[in-house]
């Protein structure tokens, strides 16, 4: 595997990370203000799991060090969401 394409699983899995977090915490906020907030958090985790799912099923099929190398940039993307998310709450 070369050094590009696992940058570039990690680039996706940073991607995929914020999309999954970011939504996930969109959804919450989301959730609070409406009247039906089952529908919120089952669409939601439908949708972000179906695209996660997706694309780590992708990347898998490049190799098991693309595979590992995307969960990492998801768990940095997620510490990152976290981090930020701290600041505005």
């Known amino acids: 595997?070369?050094?590009?394409?696992?940058?570039g699983a990690l680039a996706a899995g940073m991607i995929l990370g914020t999309a999954f977090f970011g939504g996930l915490w969109w959804t919450v906020n989301r959730a609070l203000t409406t009247t039906i907030p089952g529908a919120w958090?089952?669409?939601?985790?439908?949708?972000?799991?179906?695209?996660?799912?997706?694309?780590?099923?992708?990347?898998g099929r490049l190799g098991l060090p693309s595979l590992i190398t995307c969960l990492c940039g998801l768990l940095i993307a997620r510490g990152a969401v976290i981090r930020l998310t701290r600041i505005t709450c």
């Open 1 to 7: 595997m070369s050094a590009t394409g696992l940058i």
């Open 41 to 59: 958090f089952g669409l939601s985790a439908l949708l972000r799991m179906a695209v996660s799912v997706s694309a780590l099923y992708y990347v």
